[in-house]
């Protein structure tokens, strides 16, 4: 099916459908274009993370076992 016979399929759909398609649709790219941002941030930090010893000094004790105190 092309977009165009989507669009016409669409087209018939009552209004209530077609408003809850696009809503779906909007939401979905709009969740999609959230994880890219996120994606692209970590990326671009990824070096300093790596590289930076003020950014992973506590990366140190990462597997220590920690007590609670009562």
């Not at 077609?18 to 939401?27: A, G, Q």
């Amino acid at each position: 099916m092309n977009t165009t016979e989507i669009l016409k399929e669409i087209e018939r759909l009552p209004v209530q459908e077609r408003i809850y398609l696009v809503e779906k649709t909007l939401s979905a790219i709009r969740k999609k274009e959230v994880f890219n941002q996120m994606d692209l941030a970590a990326e671009s930090l990824y070096s300093d993370y790596a590289e930076n010893k003020e950014l992973t000094a506590f990366t140190d004790i990462d597997f220590d076992n920690f007590y609670e105190t009562k």
